[in-house]
């Protein structure tokens, strides 16, 4: 089985259909979306039509659920809000009843999805360190855990023997437990702007990361005539 996973799509339409062009060349049986499609960019509702198409299996972002208030915008920075807030004002209903659907986890045979953590996953922590990472290890019993919300690509490894460490990308051993952090398509900031995308093939045990170009300034254009802070278009060409 051949899995396409990914996240934090945040409304960048461009990005998103980049990455369904190059997920046509992977062959791949399903697809699922570790949270939040929408927010910081102008397609909200195209950006949904376009999960709702593939079939993916998604998970609720705190952009999601802050955009139907499910989540209170109270938490966001000054930029985000206001995106969140015309996010909004610029969704039809059956798109936000598509938001409102969204559940925190997903499990399956394989593997576990969620935005940010399993503990306390409805207060969309951000899994910066090992510290974070081993508070979901505990709490993780699949042998891989797929999220996002850092809008950094990497795999946390815990070891047989409880040690944790950090690489970029990781093949799947047994004995072995996995946090894979599948990066961002919509708005990376690990200094590449090519949009992240992530593979998981379950005979091969084997867990890929890649990355694609797309039309910045198409996206950030689109950002900047909707009357958005021109700080959100701006930040696409840097990767942050």
Not at 150 to 160: C, L, Q, R, S
Not at 181 to 190: A, E, I
Request: net charge neutral.
């Amino acid at each position: 089985m051949r899995y396409g996973i990914f996240a934090d799509v945040h409304s960048n339409l461009e990005a998103l259909e980049a990455v369904i062009n190059a997920y046509k060349n992977e062959h791949i049986d399903h697809y699922l979306c570790a949270g939040d499609v929408i927010g910081y960019a102008a397609d909200p509702g195209e950006c949904i039509e376009k999960i709702k198409a593939l079939s993916a299996i998604s998970v609720a972002g705190n952009h999601d659920w802050a955009a139907v208030d499910l989540f209170s915008a109270d938490y966001f920075n000054p930029l985000a809000r206001q995106a969140v807030l015309w996010t909004r004002d610029n969704l039809g209903d059956d798109n936000k009843r598509f938001l409102k659907s969204l559940k925190l986890l997903y499990k399956s045979e394989h593997f576990v999805m969620v935005h940010g953590t399993l503990n306390n996953p409805g207060d969309f922590n951000y899994m910066n360190d090992g510290y974070m990472a081993e508070e979901t290890f505990k709490l993780l019993d699949a042998d891989i855990c797929f999220l996002g919300h850092t809008h950094v690509a990497g795999v946390f490894v815990k070891d047989k023997n409880n040690r944790i460490s950090y690489l970029k990308e990781s093949d799947i051993k047994e004995d072995n437990k996995y946090i894979v952090n599948v990066g961002s398509v919509g708005q990376p900031r690990d200094g590449n702007p090519k949009a992240a995308y992530c593979i998981y093939d379950t005979d091969r045990r084997k867990v890929k990361i890649k990355r694609i170009g797309y039309d910045i300034e198409t996206a950030a254009r689109r950002i900047i005539k909707a009357g958005l802070p021109r700080f959100l278009a701006d930040r696409l060409a840097v990767g942050r």
